[in-house]
């Protein structure tokens, strides 16, 4: 009986100890789970500004200033080309490169999974959906690789852009084959409209198995709805090593075509295909 009640009190005084240490701050109590947050597929244990662990987010940045490009909230940090504008979008500011030099911003391409994924981002364009008068594609996204098959090459192998003659998004996958040849599956589809300083939450998802939205291996999607999908069977790199091009121009990187044409903001890619954006209005 006296042991039992001798292992009560030094159990009690434990108890004490630890309790006073967690309240007083020297015990932090997130580090007081016994699980693990779940991590991506670099092995990184993203976070969202609160500390709340989200699985598959690769790459988090807000875009709103120079800072904040080459800072970014998860994953490596961007790199500027030219000299940004940065103007109001969706929350506070977003990047956009109004002049016509070769301007850009961008990250080694290897962060992005090509066997499945998503890329989304809020746009603010400065034009009709339905106007033609801006000649030039609006470029969004370009993802630049070297083939394994021909390293002495830079080749496209993901572009999403805006056709401003046509009126029509377009998401473009590329690769090379075993018999060295260039294979484009792709996707062209009008929006579901949108006017100048409208501002339209954009996405792309693509899955090599087709399994998005039980059918698709691209898809693109405007305002959380699902706008046009390809059933096509897509053969990514088995490796690959370039740029990953943002909001770009430039004659090297995009042969003449025009920025994005009003300010981006907020992106985000993700290692599996996306396809429910509800959580979009929360940066």
Known sequence: MK??????IIFSLICMISLSFIMSGCIPKDKLSPLAPETGDNGTEPELGGGTPVAGLLLWNKLGSDLEVQNSEVGIDLNIKGTPTYASCKFDNGIYFPSNETHNIDCDSSIVPLDKGCIEFWWKPTFNW?????????AFINISIHSPLKPATNTTILMFQYNPAS???GFYYYWVDSGDNYIMKFITVPPLSFNANDIIHLAIAWDKDNNIEGQYSLAIYQNGTNIGGSTDTIAPQASWAGDLDIVGNGVSEFGGWDGCKGPMDNIKIWNYPKTNFSDRFTE
């Open 130 to 138: 339905d106007n033609v008068s801006p000649t030039n594609w609006s």
């Open 3 to 8: 042991q039992r009640i001798r292992f009560y």
């Open 167 to 169: 009126s029509l998004f």
